[in-house]
C-alpha cells in the first residue's frame, strides 16, 4: 500500500505542477500579448508625435517669419498720434531747421512747452526709431532729423 502511495503522491504532484506551468504559460501568453498591444500603441504615439513636431516646426517657422514682417514693418514705418510728445518733437526739430535755429533741448521744450524730462523721453523713442540724431557743437547738443526721419516727415506732410 506504501507503494501505491507513494505513486498517488508523485502522480498528484506532477500534476499540481503541471497546472502551475500551464498557469504560468497562459500568464506570460497574456502579458505578451498586452505587451503587444502597448508597442502598438506606443508606435502610433511616436507617429503622432513625430507628426506634430513638424507641424509645431512649420507653425513656428511661420510665426517667425510673421514677426520678422511685423517687426520690419514697424521700423520702416512709425506711426504717431499728432498729438503725440514724439510727433510734437518731431515737428519742434523739423520747424527749428526751417528757421535756421539750433535746435537743443531748450529750444525743443520750450516750443512743446513741455518739461526735460519728457521733450528727452521723446527724444529717446526717435532716436531708437533712428528718426533724430544728435551732435554736440558749440552751442551745445544739437538734435537733427536724420534721412528716416527727413521721410518720415515728408510722408506726413504729404498726406
Known sequence: MSLWVLVLIVVGMGIVGWWILKSQLLAAKRREERLSLIGNELAICKKQVSAMAEENNELTRQLDVQSFQRVEQRQSEPAFDVQSIEFRVLAAITAGINHSQATTLFYIRSTLNTSNVEAHAAIDVLSA???VSSSITGKGRIYK??????????SVLKG
Open 129 to 131: 526709431l533712428d528718426l
Open 145 to 154: 532729423l536724420t534721412a528716416k526721419g527727413r521721410k518720415y516727415i515728408v
